[in-house]
């Protein structure tokens, strides 16, 4: 217990029997009962709940520290701007084989960076003691909580605290985490600004990075901006195999930021398509419809380029007649890692090349618009790149095949 609270509790304990035994004297003896003054009930019960917080904090069996989505240092130096749904994450620093099923989520002033409270608005008149205080019931020992900011109704800064607690026995809160500060308090609340008004209904999103048909390794940047006309909480940049309907894997991008970070060593090598879309709360519960235009990368981890390929024309038949917008394709049968296929055409029997359709690794086919080509008779042949560039051709290309256009 600190020293404060036993100087306190011991002026508590003294008030009161001096307060009770002055209405004593004065009892009134009413049906058998003896009825003590307000004056007497209310000093006892404020120090009873005195005694009961300094003896929790000394007897503290958790020193929480919030983790997401920051730290205290982290928050109070630059708070993150929240809405609708977000995760509250925090470390519980509890002695061994100590458990606990609630958490006690508390807001209020921002004070710990602006101790006078100049200029916020307090929405928690109506809630006891002035502050927002409610108790989440967890899993046992559970680290984290979905908590809908929609709570606050006036978009501002706020700090939030935490307690831990089992069957509604405080076991610890989160302000024993960090250094006395130049106010003389010890503040370790998380610092959010609410912005919950404005969310965004209509995003235009791009992917920054990777540039399209990079080959990417190890631990890569990746990218998007959001561009939409409001709030948001996060982009999704989510990826799966080229040409396909599957997810692969994802990054977050929380609001504010346009980059994360992708590990490609958790993911098969081979060739992926990338979109990306706004969520409105953490929990992606909530989209902004609009996903930006596909863009491609290849992931090459831990197997060689290729060396050797005998690529081969699939699409079309040998001798079709094509027009309009057709499907072509080939096969690299390579034995290694490579980028794409060039499906080269031009006209039959000469040397240079009229058009191409690049097709990625991990497909077999691409779309040719034969409007964009004169009528006649071409031939085709295919080979393997091993970057986008088009600077590393396998020497290898397929028998010729042909077809004519025909408008």
């Avoid at 020992?141 to 700090?159: G, H």
């Amino acid at each position: 217990m600190h020293k404060g609270g036993i100087l306190f509790s011991i002026y508590c304990v003294f008030a009161t029997f001096i307060t009770v035994h002055v209405h004593v004297t004065r009892l009134r003896i009413k049906n058998n009962a003896l009825r003590l003054s307000q004056r007497a009930l209310a000093t006892a019960a404020v120090c009873l709940l005195a005694i009961t917080h300094f003896a929790s904090k000394a007897n503290a069996q958790c020193a929480p520290a919030w983790s997401a989505p920051g730290t205290w240092q982290s928050t109070q130096a630059n708070p993150p701007v929240v809405t609708g749904t977000i995760t509250l994450s925090w470390l519980a620093n509890c002695q061994p084989n100590t458990n606990y099923n609630q958490v006690g989520i508390a807001a209020g002033c921002p004070d710990s960076v602006n101790p006078s409270c100049t200029g916020w608005t307090n929405p928690f008149t109506t809630y006891p003691n002035q502050y927002y205080y409610q108790v989440f019931n967890i899993p046992t020992n559970s680290t984290s909580i979905q908590f809908n900011t929609l709570q606050f109704p006036i978009n501002q800064e706020y700090d939030v605290n935490l307690t831990l607690l089992n069957d509604g026995i405080g076991l610890g809160t989160a302000d024993t985490n960090c250094p006395t500060d130049q106010y003389g308090r010890q503040d370790c609340d998380l610092l959010i600004q609410v912005n919950n008004s404005a969310a965004a209904t209509s995003c235009s999103p791009v992917i920054i990075a990777p540039t399209d048909n990079a080959v990417l390794s190890g631990t890569a940047t990746v990218g998007a901006a959001a561009n939409c006309n409001g709030a948001y909480n996060h982009l999704l940049w989510s990826f799966g195999p080229a040409g396909g309907t599957t997810q692969t894997g994802f990054v977050e991008i929380p609001s504010g930021s346009t980059t994360g970070a992708l590990n490609t060593t958790q993911f098969p090598s081979g060739y992926y398509q990338v979109s990306a879309a706004a969520y409105l709360t953490s929990d992606a519960s909530a989209i902004v419809p609009q996903w930006s235009p596909l863009d491609y990368f290849l992931i090459q981890n831990n197997f060689a380029s290729a060396t050797s390929c005998s690529p081969v024309i699939t699409a079309p038949m040998d001798n079709a007649v094509l027009s309009g917008t057709v499907t072509v394709g080939a096969a690299a049968n390579c034995n290694g890692a490579y980028n794409h296929l060039l499906w080269s055409f031009g006209p039959a029997g000469g040397t240079t090349q009229t058009g191409f359709v690049e097709i990625p690794s991990g497909s077999t086919t691409g779309a040719l618009n034969t409007t964009q080509f004169p009528s006649g008779y071409y031939q085709v042949s295919a080979a393997a790149y091993l970057s986008s560039d088009t600077n590393a051709i396998v020497p290898q290309w397929s028998p010729l095949g042909y077809f004519s256009i025909q408008h």
